[in-house]
């Protein structure tokens, strides 16, 4: 969201660490998913940091979400070889399935763009 603000400048996960208050240790590994996804490109040295890939207008929301959770299943029982001792009779699965298909389909409708983040803190 904070780079969609700037699409035109390289961030620093320094510099957003600090500003959106997250761990730089969590902050790399959300930008390295989100490079191999091609959302953003990042440079190292100096002058280096990460843009974003493509225009924010283009990035649905759903579309992030389902990259930054991939291999994370919403309810433990949509886990492969999970162990669920009602499963053969479960009349909630399938509601459950339909509820997160509705609640990306709601993501997919909005872009980053539409909920780009400004500066928390003045420079």
């Known amino acids: 969201m904070r780079m969609a603000a700037e699409p035109d400048r390289a961030f620093s996960s320094a510099e957003l660490a600090a500003e959106l208050g997250l761990s730089r240790n969590h902050l790399a590994k959300i930008m390295q998913r989100l490079a191999q996804g091609g959302v953003v490109r990042t ?6 940091g990460a843009v974003l890939a493509r225009p924010a207008t283009e990035l649905r929301l759903g579309e ?6 991939d291999g994370q299943p919403l309810v433990e029982c949509f886990a492969s070889g999970g ?4 499963e053969g009779c ?8 339909a509820a997160e298909g509705a609640f ?9 763009a539409d909920i ?8």
């Open 64 to 69: 992030l979400v389902r990259l930054l959770e």
């Open 116 to 123: 780009a983040l400004t500066p928390l803190v003045t420079p």
């Open 43 to 48: 440079r190292r040295g100096g002058g280096g």
């Open 90 to 97: 479960c009349r909630l699965r399938s509601r459950l399935r």
């Open 83 to 86: 162990d669920c001792s009602i």
């Open 104 to 112: 990306l389909a709601e993501l997919d409708r909005s872009t980053l």
